[in-house]
């Protein structure tokens, strides 16, 4: 059974920085990526990590600020979040098990952490 679970949100004036974590268990996926969703807007793709080559994308909204890694002997991966903005602000998602498609679309990941808030005030 896939377990996802969030960690390190929290808010932060405009130009901080966040790391949040994300703990797996019973992951088998070659791709974990983080995803976010602010009120009353879509859930995006923020990042995406090829498990086994490491290799990352990211939208374009996030290159140059946001870094997303793993440590694999602790099946976690981590979102480095710099030079944060208030449209940063949203809950952010782990997610696992991407099936087929798009690696930033989230209706082609099967496997929900239940989420972790950053707010970043101005």
């Given at each position: 059974q896939v377990?996802?679970v969030?960690?390190?949100g929290?808010?932060v004036?405009?130009?901080?920085?966040?790391?949040?974590?994300?703990?797996?268990?019973?992951v088998?996926s070659?791709?974990?990526?983080?995803?976010?969703?602010a009120?009353?807007?879509e859930?995006?793709?923020v990042?995406?990590?090829?498990?086994?080559?490491?290799?990352?994308?990211?939208?374009d909204?996030?290159?140059?600020?946001?870094?997303?890694?793993?440590?694999?002997?602790k099946?976690?991966?981590?979102?480095?979040m710099d030079?944060?903005?208030?449209?940063?602000t949203?809950?952010?998602y782990?997610?696992?098990?991407?099936?087929?498609?798009?690696?930033?679309?989230?209706?082609?990941?099967?496997?929900?952490g239940?989420?972790?808030?950053?707010?970043?005030?101005?």
């Amino acid at each position: 059974q896939v377990q996802l679970v969030e960690s390190g949100g929290g808010s932060v004036q405009a130009g901080g920085s966040l790391r949040l974590s994300c703990v797996a268990s019973g992951v088998s996926s070659s791709y974990m990526a983080w995803f976010r969703q602010a009120p009353g807007k879509e859930r995006e793709g923020v990042a995406v990590i090829y498990r086994r080559g490491g290799s990352t994308l990211y939208a374009d909204s996030v290159k140059g600020r946001f870094t997303i890694s793993q440590d694999n002997a602790k099946n976690t991966v981590y979102l480095q979040m710099d030079n944060l903005k208030p449209e940063d602000t949203a809950m952010y998602y782990c997610a696992a098990d991407f099936q087929r498609g798009s690696l930033l679309n989230p209706a082609d990941f099967s496997s929900w952490g239940p989420g972790t808030q950053v707010t970043v005030s101005s």
